[in-house]
């Protein structure tokens, strides 16, 4: 069993920045590749950016490429996330594979076994 704990959140103006936090506890969080997902209110949730368990392979969605970044060390995983626009607005969860490794298959939620509790993140125009 994994357990996901995210930090960072918040209110930020457009254009402004906010690091998420992922904090990992229980099994070998190593051999896990993580993924953040985002979702809005009315909408569904949306594949944001994944990171393979050495960190050497990441996958982002076309919304966010250039602005967010994935990174990992040691038991957490972050979500830099730069330029921010007021569509970036939604709460943002983070979430663990069973696979070191990541293919196209990481942008699907249903791909993921363990979840946060989310983190939401605001952006005023």
């Known amino acids: 069993q994994v357990q996901l704990v995210e930090s960072g959140g918040g209110l930020v103006q457009a254009g402004g920045s906010l690091r998420l936090s992922c904090a990992a506890s229980?099994?070998?969080?190593?051999?896990?590749?993580m993924g953040w997902f985002r979702q809005a209110p009315g909408k569904e949730r949306e594949f944001v950016a994944a990171i393979s368990w050495s960190g050497g392979s990441t996958y982002y969605a076309d919304s966010v490429k250039g602005r967010f970044t994935i990174s990992r060390e040691k038991n957490t995983v972050y979500l830099q996330m730069n330029s921010l626009k007021p569509e970036d607005t939604a709460v943002y969860y983070c979430a663990a594979k069973k696979s070191p490794r990541i293919t196209m298959q990481a942008m699907i939620a249903h791909q993921y076994d363990y979840w946060g509790q989310g983190t939401q993140v605001t952006v005023s125009s």
């Open positions: 229980g099994r070998t969080f190593s051999s896990y590749a």
